[in-house]
Each structure stands twice: as C-alpha cells, then as structure tokens.
C-alpha cells in the first residue's frame, strides 16, 4: 500500500532504515494511513500499518493499528503509547503516510 500508486503520499517513502523517519508529521489528518518498519528481521518491506486518529488530551498526535494478539485493535499496548511523535517507539518506526 505504502509503494502503491494509490492516494496522495503526505509524507513519501524514502526508505526503511532508521535514517529515513519523516520529519513533517504535522501535515498528518485523522483518516491518513501510516506504514511503519517495526520487525529487524524483514529487509526492505514495511511491515505494520495504522490509521491516524488525531491529537489526544495532551496534544500528542495518534493512532489506532492492529497487533498480533487476539484483542484487536490498539491504542498503545503493554509497555507503550501509540504516540506519532516524539522519540517513543512508534514515533521512530514511522516511514511514510498515505491520504485515500
């Protein structure tokens, strides 16, 4: 979805590494879709997509993604937020967005 030629990159895909987190996530609208790079273990590929929903209580920006457990979909989980900005552990795994 993320390569695909399908709606409007907000912030483009320049690559998977850790150098290639986008920098302008204020441009993010509730409704974006965003591909983040979580697992090592995968090479070039994308691996784990959310919806943005907007900013929470304290101003920080959010979404909401499945996980691999059985209870749906998430805000956070065990040990984390499902914070887009900052230096958290989604925030650093973030490497594009798409506007449908």
Request: glycine fraction near 14%; charge should be negative; hydrophobic fraction near 35%.
């Amino acid at each position: 979805m993320a390569r695909s030629g399908e709606g409007a990159d907000v912030l483009p895909l320049t690559g998977v590494g850790p150098d290639d987190r986008p920098s302008a996530i204020d441009q993010l609208q509730p409704g974006d879709l965003v591909f983040f790079k979580l697992d090592a273990r995968t090479k070039e590929r994308l691996d784990h997509v959310g919806i943005v929903l907007g900013y929470d209580t304290e101003g920080h920006l959010i979404f909401v993604s499945s996980r691999e457990e059985v209870n749906g979909p998430t805000i956070g989980d065990v040990g984390g937020v499902s914070r887009l900005d900052g230096n958290g552990y989604y925030a650093k795994t973030l490497r594009s967005a798409k506007r449908l």
